[in-house]
């Protein structure tokens, strides 16, 4: 993993079928330990299989959404090469890679291209990583086998109100449509960063952010098209789109009490 990221939620209230590789037994030497509680884990098993994305006796995520209903996640998730472990893996750990093509048409959303993992115990309403305050960690690397198009804006990581009308918070690349900002902002977001596997640092102070509407945090690709102001429904997106993102080390800690895992 070539970057490290956090989101820390300091706040009161409310903010927030392909061959099994071979185990590997050297133990990753930029490991860091997790200090806190999990709420979540999202880190792969390096035995996982694909095709466990699909069922929800398997899966780690919900098997069902946020999809195109045509295509499986054994048919979006890739299990990429190159740099095996960010700093919170261990040995057992893996990336993963949330691709979209031409067909990641989620309902009639035909603007975007998107696939985002859920965790499967992100309820949409009284979710444990919805309220208190909480570290969503996680590691990106870019594929420069399926890289994206940065004339686009990307969402990548993100969370989303219950009433899927709004986005609490994005992370995001490429070229930002106007943002427009209209949320009620009470509540506080920061942003812990490393390079490499170097510890985290915070890279930002605590910033406004409301996590009113609970909802649920997605991992993957959310692509806008260019030219419209109807981002959802219509838009330019060119054909034959191959693109991916690498994720790594994904979980959400308690930071109850100020805790966090650097
Ligand atoms: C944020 O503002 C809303 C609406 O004014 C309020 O109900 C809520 O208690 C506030 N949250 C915090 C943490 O101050
Ligand atoms: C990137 O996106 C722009 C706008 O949709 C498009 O014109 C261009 O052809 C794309 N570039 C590549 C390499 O796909
Ligand atoms: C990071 O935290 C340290 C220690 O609390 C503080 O001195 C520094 O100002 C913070 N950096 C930013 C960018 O907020």
């Known amino acids: 993993m070539h970057t490290s990221a956090l989101f820390g939620f300091l706040a009161a209230a409310a903010t927030a079928v392909l061959a099994v590789p071979q185990p590997d037994h050297r133990p990753n030497p930029h490991k860091a330990a997790v200090k806190c509680p999990l709420i979540f884990d999202g880190r792969i098993k390096s035995r996982t299989p694909v095709t466990d994305f699909d069922s929800a006796s398997t899966s780690l995520f919900n098997p069902d959404n946020v999809k195109s209903s045509n295509l499986k996640w054994s048919q979006i998730i890739k299990f990429p090469e190159g740099e095996k472990w960010s700093r919170f893996d261990n040995r057992r750990h893996k990336p993963?890679?949330?691709?979209?093509?031409?067909?990641?048409?989620?309902?009639?959303?035909?603007?975007?291209?998107?696939?985002?993992?859920?965790?499967?115990g992100d309820t949409n309403t009284g979710s444990p990583a919805s309220k208190g305050v909480k570290t969503l960690h996680f590691s990106v690397r870019q594929d420069s086998k399926r890289p994206l198009n940065l004339t686009h804006e990307y969402l990548n990581i993100w969370h989303e109100t219950s009433d899927w009308s709004a986005n609490q918070f994005n992370f995001q690349t490429g070229t930002i449509n106007g943002q427009e900002g209209k949320l009620p902002k009470n509540t506080t977001l920061q942003v812990y960063y490393s390079k490499g596997n170097e510890p985290l640092r915070n890279v930002t102070k605590a910033v406004s952010n409301n996590n009113a509407g609970e909802g649920q945090y997605q991992f993957g690709i959310l692509k806008k098209p260019t030219g419209t102001d109807d981002v959802v429904n219509k838009g330019y997106q060119e054909s034959w789109i191959d693109e991916?993102?690498?994720?790594?080390?994904?979980?959400?800690?308690?930071?109850?009490?100020?805790?966090?895992?650097?």
């Not at 993963?96 to 499967?120: C, H, M, N, P």
């Not at 991916?244 to 100020?258: H, P, R, T, V, W």
Request: no cysteine; proline share 0%.
């Open 244 to 262: 991916g993102q690498i994720y790594g080390g994904i979980f959400i800690e308690d930071s109850a009490g100020g805790s966090i895992s650097l």
């Open 96 to 120: 993963l890679e949330v691709t979209i093509s031409d067909e990641s048409v989620f309902k009639t959303q035909y603007g975007f291209r998107r696939a985002g993992l859920i965790f499967a």
